[in-house]
């Protein structure tokens, strides 16, 4: 059984925010992911869009033997099992989103699934997390470190720890 390392980002701003993402880490332990490392939960403003809450946000590193399009499938089933309803906009209000970021080191580029996530070191509600936890990761693409990615990051966005 081959061993994956994957970073994931947990988050939502509709509902009981922080019940809905522990909700979220016990069904994916309930579906063989391994959490290995947790950040903190944060509380940032909406990234590409107006909503009247904040959302909930955290990183997660978790060990599977899922690939990484069965794990898409998986973490979609358990989106929708916690009340994420798919709309016709690319970003809005949800119960729960939970992005893969990184899986081990891979490059991946298909029709609905790309990894390292495309957008990760423009969004400070991602690097902050993902910084506590793994600073010194490198992006397998742009070959900077997390670390890094938050310095350069220009997101005015203020993240909040809140757990």
Do not use: M
């Given at each position: 059984m081959q061993k994956n390392f994957v970073f994931l980002e947990l988050g939502?701003?509709?509902?009981?925010?922080?019940?809905?993402?522990?909700?979220?880490?016990?069904?994916?332990?309930?579906?063989?992911?391994?959490?290995?490392?947790?950040?903190?939960?944060?509380?940032?403003?909406?990234?590409?869009?107006?909503?009247?809450q904040n959302f909930y946000n955290q990183v997660i590193k978790i060990e599977t033997?899922?690939?990484?399009?069965?794990?898409?499938?998986e973490l979609q089933k358990i989106e929708k099992i916690l009340g994420r309803v798919r709309g016709p906009e690319r970003y809005e209000s949800r119960s729960m989103d939970i992005d893969i970021l990184?899986?081990?080191?891979?490059?991946?580029?298909?029709?609905?699934?790309?990894?390292?996530?495309?957008?990760?070191?423009?969004?400070k509600f991602v690097l902050v997390p993902m910084n506590e936890i793994a600073p010194g990761f490198i992006h397998p693409k742009l070959k900077?470190?997390?670390?890094?990615l938050l310095s350069d990051c220009t997101d005015p966005s203020v993240c909040n720890k809140i757990e």
């Open positions: 939502g701003n509709k509902g009981d925010r922080l019940s809905l993402i522990k909700q979220a880490k016990k069904l994916l332990a309930q579906n063989s992911c391994k959490i290995i490392a947790q950040s903190s939960v944060y509380e940032t403003p909406p990234w590409g869009f107006s909503a009247t033997a899922y690939s990484a399009i069965e794990l898409i499938y990184f899986f081990n080191c891979d490059i991946i580029n298909k029709n609905d699934l790309t990894i390292p996530h495309p957008r990760l070191h423009l969004r900077l470190s997390i670390k890094q």
